[in-house]
């Protein structure tokens, strides 16, 4: 084929137009050239709240608030359906996990410690929860923590990674980009600069991502708060030096508590730790159902009454000297009375006076 | 046959020459080239909406890097002789001479600064405690299954390793001889030896209680009087 003879005047036009487009060309990617992707981005301007996990559930007044399931060792199944099942006998799970929910479930992860020291999550327990949350209907089932050691050996060593992957759903590990500051704290701090404990980065990815969040926390003793319970949980969804929150963890709780509400919590006292918590290390630490001494899991829609009950009942200990608790009831009970939807109050027995407190013991 | 956008402008395909062809053909792929970019990069940062696999625990840990606190980590460096005729190695953890036990290959190290990257909020008793650093490492056994974790604390003085020992201390375990004070329960064994601090812990309690016990020894045979 020959080549298409070009006159002059078309040779000259066709080739202006040649280098003025490619010259756009890398005159646009250079200005458009961003090296350092979103991380480049201002984070000035934190964010102001988180969604509220609990709102659209639709549960019935008189429908219990607290359902405590006590039982034999090696019969997690039932025990997990049992504590559930209480919060709705008819409905279960299936009250607060909708078919096409993507659910989020947050246990502890946060050490490199086999299961047996109590200090994460039991993985059978986490196991059958993923099992509920799937018979429900699930579409998806999200599972995260940020460990405070290697994400690998955490996940492993715990037994929450081989749960979670048998029963198919999907860790979510934490990486930078998932990260976003949130305010955490007062309004009122919120002229404060990022960096300061006012504006600090949540794993806020997976949480945007999920439509129902379930927190699975053991109960476990603390040197610095006196304990670690479903409340405190939330401390494995921050990044950044969390340490230096360590000096007021109690205010640092109870932001987190106020921040965080989810459709419900789950406290794991199937391996009580109390004593030189939180990392534990002898079995002579833990016990099965702490002061009950029986495999305990207790699930609510309440995370401070859960709370409440279960330093009073696993661990012994009395809820109105826990600072911590009284602050997340004072914040949560502040958003309660400007119209969020969701429950935070210490006084569990007010719960059990009502009929609100479901025991089953199998 | 002219497009109805580019009516004024369509040309036959064998009017177009090679040159403008292999022009045309570049720019292409560049544009395609810029888009699976940015797809992979999106890839990247949001892995859990892409990825079909395992989670890569590796990665995020690579990743981890750059946000949480940094730990100074370390295989055992070989060292020169006095003679410097040879290397040897040097290893905190001594051999367990145990059959099918092996010597921590990875070791790590914390200070006070950054003991909290380790035992989170357990390390404010141990800065009570007038804590100096933390060597973690773990024995590992040939079939790969069980481990045995030793937390070395050194407390700077005799007297703060005795009184960490005793904060932590479970009264009613039963005693070993082991350094100059030491418990053993569910396995684990718990001593101290100057100012060291010492937590032997194995990953199956009462299979490995005898292999927890040998590296206690070996452990509190290493520390200087």
């Given at each position: 084929m020959?080549e298409?003879r070009?006159?002059?005047r078309e040779?000259?036009?066709?080739g202006?137009?040649a280098?003025?487009g490619g ?7 250079y ?11 201002p ?8 969604k ?6 639709d ?5 219990p608030?607290l359902?405590?399931?006590v ?12 504590a559930?099942?209480?919060l709705d006998p ?24 086999p299961p ?13 929860i993923?099992?509920l ?5 699930a579409?998806?089932i999200?599972?995260t ?7 690998q050996a955490c996940?492993s060593?715990?037994?929450i990674?081989a749960a979670?992957?048998?029963?198919g ?9 998932q ?14 600069a990022?960096?300061t ?17 379930i ?5 476990k003793?603390?040197?610095l ?14 990044g950044?030096r ?6 007021t ?9 106020a ?6 919590v789950?406290?794991?006292g199937t ?18 159902g ?9 699930a609510?829609v ?7 009950w ?16 009284r602050?997340?009831?004072q914040?949560?009970q ?22 609100q ?6 | 046959?002219?497009t109805?956008?580019a ?10 020459g090679?040159?403008?062809r ?32 395992a989670?890569?625990y ?6 981890r ?14 060292v ?14 001594p051999?367990?001479?145990l059959?099918?036990w092996?010597t ?13 990257a380790?035992?989170?909020?357990r ?22 299954d ?9 407390m ?11 904060a932590?201390q479970?009264?009613?375990?039963p ?7 030491a418990?053993?329960?569910?396995g684990?064994v718990f001593?101290r030896?100057?100012s060291s601090y010492?937590q032997?812990l ?11 016990l ?12």
């Open positions: 020959a298409p070009w006159t002059r040779l000259l036009t066709r202006a137009g280098v003025l010259g756009a060309a890398v005159a646009g990617g200005l458009l050239y961003d090296p350092k992707g979103d991380r480049g981005l984070r000035w301007q934190p964010r102001l709240g988180l509220n996990f609990f709102a659209q559930i549960l019935p007044a008189g429908h608030r359902s405590v399931a039982g034999p060792e090696h019969r997690t199944e039932e025990l997990v359906r049992a559930v099942g209480g008819a409905l279960g799970l299936r009250r607060f996990v909708q078919p096409g929910d993507v659910v989020l479930i947050k246990p502890n992860v946060g050490f490199d410690r047996h020291v109590g200090a994460t999550t039991n993985p059978e327990v986490l196991r059958w993923i099992r949350c799937r018979e429900a209907g579409r998806e999200l599972v923590d940020n460990p405070i050691e290697s994400p996940f060593r715990s037994g990674a979670v992957e048998t029963e759903a999907k860790v979510v590990l934490p990486a930078p980009a990260f976003e500051l949130v305010l955490l704290g007062q309004p009122q701090a919120r002229s404060r990022p960096g404990a006012a504006a600090w980065p949540v794993l806020y990815r997976p949480l945007d991502r999920a439509t129902k969040l927190g699975v926390a053991p109960i003793d603390h040197n708060s006196s304990a670690s319970m479903t409340l405190k949980n939330w401390y494995g969804l921050l950044g969390r340490h230096q929150l360590h000096q963890i109690h205010e640092a709780i109870s932001d987190l508590a921040l965080l509400s989810p459709t419900l789950i406290a794991d391996r009580v730790m109390l004593h030189n918590g939180p990392t534990g290390g002898r079995v002579s630490d833990v016990r099965p702490g002061q009950l001494g029986r495999p305990v899991l207790v609510s309440d995370p401070v009454a859960c709370d409440a279960c330093y009073q009942r696993l661990l012994g200990r009395d809820p109105a000297a826990l600072d911590y608790l602050l997340a009831e914040k949560i502040a958003r309660v009375a400007a119209g969020e939807r969701r429950f935070g109050q210490r006084d569990w027995l007010a719960y059990d006076r009502a009929g407190v479901v025991t089953t013991t199998l | 046959m002219p109805f956008l009516r004024r402008y369509a040309r036959k395909l064998d009017a177009v090679r040159t403008e292999a022009v045309g053909t570049f720019i292409l792929l560049l544009v395609v080239g810029i888009v699976a970019a940015y797809a992979v990069q999106v890839a990247t940062d949001r892995d859990y909406l892409f990825n079909v696999g989670p890569d590796r990665a995020a840990d690579a990743r890097g750059a946000w949480p606190e940094p730990i100074e980590e370390f295989a055992p460096e070989p020169a002789r006095s003679d410097g005729s040879a290397r040897e190695v040097e290893n905190p953890f051999d367990p001479d059959p099918g092996r921590p290959v990875r070791v790590e190290r914390f200070d006070a600064e950054n003991l909290f380790k035992i989170d909020g390390a404010d008793l141990y800065l009570q405690h007038g804590v100096a650093g933390l060597t973690f490492g773990a024995y590992t056994h040939a079939d790969g069980h481990t045995i974790d030793v937390y070395w604390y050194d700077g003085q005799a007297e703060q390793a005795a009184a960490i020992f005793r932590e479970d009264a009613e375990a005693r070993v001889r082991v350094g100059e004070e418990y053993q329960v569910g684990a001593l030896k100057g010492v032997v194995p990953s199956r309690l009462d299979e490995d209680a005898g292999a927890a040998r590296i206690a020894e070996q452990i509190a045979g290493s520390i200087g009087e």
